[in-house]
């Protein structure tokens, strides 16, 4: 890959930070722009803005083109079969919200149980304490070793007949583990248990197909894959979509509307009440559109590529705890410093121009559970290079001595 290249096509990375050339690395809570997308909006309303699904004047039809052409870009993206599985939505915290309600209300009761792990984000912990407390069912968690992998005995153990849902994350947003979904959802699937999972980090790691993994929702959100913020997409399989009612309601996810009764329209229309959110999902279209030219493979080459050598990197500082296992993990590596908050080291780098979170990544559980107020979160994607990493290491060392 030409990173040179690729970052020519990111207009904030000729920005400074503080004065100092800018070094993202934040990419786990979102990701930088292309060009192609920025623009990609901005011609929508420029030049064929319109009523999505609602218009016969060209405007509307082309808009609603566009719209749908998004829709069936996400499937083949994802490996859907038919795009009327595909519903859009705010982003992948809307989506989980979604299921947990319009599934959850009408399958959960006092005697189920839902089960999540101890890696999750809040997005797939809130949603599902809600939902629980109002069908009177139970959240139960599944462990994780002391490596940050999943305990796969754990899972086994609490995959009883009772477990009418299984929520789980693909990839940790803080300890970068990949877990082994194809084997999670076998079990899971063996025990007439559905699996809800949050794609948000893997999706813009590597290849999703939700047919190869028999998931049956995958959640995900586009600005962590370089599209816009304020779009995200639920995938689902068709016969749980039909059987379920509607998350919100008016708009176009109407079919008829009377004076006491109204009927629904179909999947996918069902779930996306109002007026859609057009040119982000337009947005989420061409940021597909960047991903595929760069292919898939190869940004998953580049991503191991530095993130193996930013472990190993860290990993020769002295007094470093970093999180998370060592290999099979995306390009996320979380530490802290023995005696020095997390906050201070990452104000200082910020004045280097080297932008990274600091904090509890809305993973209060997963902090509880290492025993930590928070950490520091190194994650990196398609535009950063070992130099990069080179300067954060160079900055982060010399911030040690000064804090030390």
């Given at each position: 890959m030409n990173i040179e290249k690729i970052k020519s096509q990111f207009p904030i990375l000729k920005q400074k930070n503080r004065g100092k050339k800018l070094i993202y690395l934040d990419n786990a809570a979102t990701s930088l722009k292309p060009l192609s997308v920025i623009e990609a909006e901005s011609d929508f309303y420029k030049n064929y803005y319109g009523s999505v699904h609602r218009s016969v004047y060209e405007l509307g039809e082309k808009a609603t083109n566009a719209f749908e052409g998004a829709r069936n870009k996400v499937a083949k993206f994802i490996g859907s079969k038919d795009s009327s599985s595909i519903i859009f939505t705010k982003g992948a915290t809307e989506a989980i919200n979604l299921v947990a309600d319009a599934w959850g209300f009408s399958n959960l009761g006092k005697d189920d149980i839902v089960l999540i792990t101890e890696m999750e984000h809040h997005a797939n912990i809130v949603p599902w304490q809600v939902i629980t407390k109002r069908t009177g069912a139970t959240l139960d968690y599944i462990?994780?070793?002391?490596?940050?992998?999943?305990?796969?005995?754990?899972?086994?153990?609490?995959?009883?007949?009772?477990?009418?849902?299984?929520?789980?994350?693909?990839?940790?947003?803080?300890?970068?583990?990949?877990?082994?979904?194809?084997?999670?959802?076998?079990?899971?699937?063996?025990?007439?248990?559905?699996?809800?999972?949050?794609?948000?980090?893997?999706?813009?790691?590597?290849?999703?197909?939700?047919?190869?993994?028999d998931c049956d929702f995958f959640a995900f959100s586009g600005h962590k894959m370089l599209g816009p913020t304020g779009v995200g997409v639920l995938y689902g399989k068709q016969d749980l979509l039909e059987e379920m009612e509607p998350y919100q309601t008016g708009?176009?996810?109407?079919?008829?509307?009377?004076?006491?009764?109204?009927?629904?329209?179909?999947?996918?229309?069902?779930?996306?009440?109002?007026?859609?959110?057009?040119?982000?999902?337009?947005?989420?279209?061409?940021?597909?559109?960047?991903?595929?030219?760069?292919?898939?493979?190869?940004?998953?080459?580049?991503?191991?590529?530095?993130?193996?050598?930013?472990?190993?990197?860290?990993?020769?500082?002295?007094?470093?705890?970093?999180?998370?296992?060592?290999?099979?993990?995306?390009?996320?590596?979380?530490?802290?410093?023995?005696?020095?908050?997390?906050?201070?080291?990452?104000?200082?780098?910020?004045?280097?121009?080297?932008?990274?979170?600091?904090?509890?990544?809305?993973?209060?559980?997963?902090?509880?559970?290492?025993?930590?107020?928070?950490?520091?979160?190194?994650?990196?994607?398609?535009?950063?290079?070992?130099?990069?990493?080179?300067?954060?290491?160079?900055?982060?060392?010399?911030?040690?001595?000064?804090?030390?």
């Open positions: 462990s994780i070793k002391e490596d940050g992998t999943l305990d796969m005995e754990s899972l086994k153990n609490k995959l009883t007949d009772k477990v009418k849902m299984l929520s789980i994350t693909q990839a940790s947003n803080v300890l970068g583990t990949i877990n082994p979904l194809k084997e999670i959802i076998y079990l899971a699937h063996q025990n007439n248990t559905l699996v809800m999972v949050d794609g948000c980090q893997s999706i813009p790691h590597f290849k999703i197909d939700v047919q190869e993994l708009g176009g996810m109407i079919k008829e509307v009377g004076l006491q009764e109204s009927t629904w329209n179909d999947i996918p229309y069902k779930f996306e009440a109002g007026s859609p959110n057009s040119s982000q999902v337009i947005g989420l279209s061409y940021a597909i559109d960047f991903i595929n030219e760069l292919g898939i493979n190869e940004i998953t080459k580049h991503t191991e590529m530095i993130s193996e050598y930013a472990f190993k990197e860290l990993s020769k500082i002295d007094g470093i705890t970093i999180y998370g296992p060592s290999q099979n993990r995306i390009s996320i590596v979380s530490f802290n410093i023995d005696g020095i908050h997390s906050g201070d080291i990452a104000q200082m780098l910020d004045y280097e121009g080297i932008t990274m979170r600091s904090g509890r990544h809305c993973c209060s559980p997963l902090m509880d559970k290492l025993d930590i107020s928070s950490c520091l979160r190194l994650s990196l994607y398609i535009y950063n290079d070992s130099s990069e990493i080179d300067l954060f290491i160079e900055k982060l060392n010399a911030t040690i001595t000064t804090l030390s």
